[in-house]
């Protein structure tokens, strides 16, 4: 297969975070992808329960700094990186006081959804393509692990699809079994908008979006869809098969499925 530029975004990586079957394939699969040879990037959301001492978190100055308007407010987007040394993968963080380093991940200290989940996949979203265009780099595949990079597929092929960095690119999403408890509010639909994106594109879909809402909107928007786990949503599932495009079926062992996956989604030349 001829070398790639892959970029993964992903809700959870270990050792940042506790493993989970999602966590782990965040670490897996973009390692497993670079010792083949191709180029990757690997985001992440900086959530409040990584220790940043520990992980060597050290933020990028010159990717920091933007503005990202979210539901009529103003948030600072700041970039920090790590790398994962037994990996040899560089992982950059997507950070912001108001979403991310002042709390935990998609539930808090009561163990209850945040109610602003959907404010935050939005502004996680925005904010790694927004750090994807200043490195200047352009991806051949975008790779979407876990419901907190749902909207990406969406703002791929509306709000940026004239950018040069995201003109060509494919999107492939992962299925996982972990989801959300709660829907992510009424007002998610309007929070989405961002250029070509409107809130009528979103009219198919619940007026309270929920976990399946989210996956049938990255499902909707992407190239291919990767069953992930073994014990994936039934309507999710059911849903990609149903949409005409090329989906892969659950597989343990998963490195050259996935490359030839890729080979499908992206051909050569």
Not at 45 to 56: A, H, S, V
Not at 65 to 77: A, E, K
Not at 115 to 135: C, M, Q, S
Not at 193 to 206: G, N, V, W
């Amino acid at each position: 297969m001829a070398k790639k530029k892959i970029l993964f975004i992903n809700q959870e990586i270990t050792p940042y975070v506790p493993e989970t079957e999602l966590a782990v394939m965040g670490k897996a699969l973009p390692q497993a992808m670079q010792e083949k040879g191709h180029e990757i990037r690997t985001f992440m959301p900086k959530w409040g329960t990584i220790n940043e001492r520990r992980g060597q978190l050290h933020e990028v100055i010159r990717l920091s700094g933007m503005n990202l308007i979210i539901n009529d407010t103003d948030h600072p987007l700041i970039i920090k990186v790590a790398s994962i040394q037994q990996a040899r993968v560089q992982v950059y963080f997507i950070d912001n006081d108001d979403y991310f380093s002042k709390r935990q991940m998609e539930k808090d200290e009561m163990g209850n959804d945040y109610p602003d989940n959907g404010e935050r996949a939005i502004f996680f979203a925005r904010g790694v393509l927004e750090t994807v265009k200043k490195l200047r780099w352009v991806p051949d595949i975008i790779h979407c692990q876990g419901w907190m990079s749902a909207v990406v597929p969406l703002y791929i092929k509306t709000a940026y699809h004239e950018e040069p960095s995201f003109a060509n690119t494919k999107v492939v999403t992962s299925l996982f079994t972990k989801n959300l408890t709660k829907d992510l509010g009424d007002n998610f639909k309007k929070c989405v908008e961002f250029r070509e994106a409107t809130a009528d594109m979103l009219a198919p879909y619940s007026d309270t979006f929920d976990f399946e809402e989210m996956g049938k909107l990255a499902i909707d928007y992407s190239d291919g869809v990767v069953i992930a786990a073994a014990d994936v949503n039934d309507n999710l599932v059911a849903h990609a098969k149903g949409k005409g495009i090329p989906v892969l079926d659950y597989h343990e062992d998963f490195a050259e499925a996935y490359e030839e996956f890729y080979k499908i989604i992206c051909p050569e030349d």
